[in-house]
C-alpha cells in the first residue's frame, strides 16, 4: 500500500497516512474544485485522483453527503441553485463568450457533466461541461451536420449516460421538413461516444414524428425520452430512443381524457428512476381559477397499461410551463406571473426558487459535483462563488 508521511517535529512519531484513507475518507468529502486543486500536492496525489475508479468512487459517495443542487442558465453564466435554501449560491461562466441567456441551450445533466448548444450558432458546436471544476470539451462536427443543416431542418438532440459502458452519448436527429407541411420528412441520426470521442451515423427507415420541444429529452433505463406527434395516427407519444442499442421505439401515453375534457400538455418526467408523464392545461383568460395537474408514472416500464395515476395536484396558481424535475421527489414549474415554483411530491407542496430570470427563457436540470473530464485541457479560468462558503468547507 502507498503511504505518505505525516508532518511532525517529532521523528518517532512520524505516522504514515496511507493514500488509500486519503482518497475514501478525506478528498471524498472535499468539493470537486477543491479536489483538483490537491493534485497539485505531489505527484502520487495527482495520478491517484485522475483514476477513473476514484472519479467514480468521488461521485457516488460526495454526492452521498452533498445537498441535492440545480443548474440553470443566466445572463452571462450558470447559476447553482441549491434546493436547500432555493437560492442562487455560485455562478459558472459558460464555455464561450459566444453563449448568452436568450440563445443558450441545456440538452440535459449527468453525472455533473452538462451538455450545451446555442440556438443562433445553428446547433453548433456542442459543449460537454463540468461546471464544478471548470472543465469542458468542444465536439467536433460531422460530416452529416455539413450536408443537412438548412433552414428546413429541425436537430432534436438528447444526452445520457450509459451505465454498463460508463460511457456519455449525445444522439442527435435532424429531420428535414416537406416543404409547406407540417409532416416529417427525410431524417438522418447520428451518436456521439465520449469514450471513442467520435459521431457514428446510424439508418432510421421511416421517422413519422414531430418533437414538441427537441431539447427536452429525459433519460431512464437507458433510453432517452420525448414527447412527440405521430402525424401517421394524429396523437401523442412518448418517444424513446436506446442509447445502447440504437433503437427508436414509441410508448403510448395514458389516456389523457379520461380526467379532463380540457386539452393537456404533456411532458415525460423522471422521478426516483421511473419514467412518468406530467399533464397540465394551460391557462386560458385572465380569470382566478386554478391550474389542475396530472402525475402518472410507469411501473413496469415499456409497458403502457402499466401508466397509474399519482396525484391529481390542485397547484392554485396557473401553470405557464413545466420546466424540469429535482434529482429526488420535486416538479419544477413556471406560473404566469413568471415566478419559478418547485413542487415537492411527497409533502405536495410549493416553494419559490428564487432564480433571476427572462420568461420562458430559463433551463433548470438537476446537478451535482464531479471530476468527469478531469484530464481535459480547456479550462474556464474564473469561477464567482458568492455566498458558497458552506460548500467550500469539508462536509462532515
Known sequence: MKKIKGSTSNSDRNEEIPVDILLTEVFVRLPAQSVVSCMCVC????????KTSFTDFYLKKYNSYADSYLICGGEDSFGL????SLNVISHYPYPSKKFSDEHVQIVGSANGLLCLFSFDLSYEPIYLMNPSIRKYKVIDSSAIVHRTIGIDTRVMLGFGYHQKSKDYKIVRFLERQWVHSWHPGESDVEIYSLCSDAWQEIQVQCFPWIVRDEASSVMCNDNLHWIAHNCDRNDLVVLSFNIEKYVLEEVKLPDL???????LTVTAVVLKECLCSFGYVLP???GEEITRCYLWIMKDYGVAESWTM???????VKIRRYISSTREDGLILEDIHENILLYNTETRSFDHLNIPQKPFLVKIVPYMESLIL???ENEILKVQSPGREHIREVIS
Open 43 to 50: 505527484k502520487r496525489w495527482y495520478n491517484s485522483i485522475r
Open 81 to 84: 441553485v441549491s434546493c436547500k
Open 257 to 263: 381524457s379520461f380526467h379532463t375534457d380540457s386539452p
Open 284 to 286: 386560458v383568460g385572465s
Open 310 to 316: 399519482l396525484y391529481e395536484i390542485d397547484c392554485q
Open 374 to 376: 478531469i484530464d481535459q
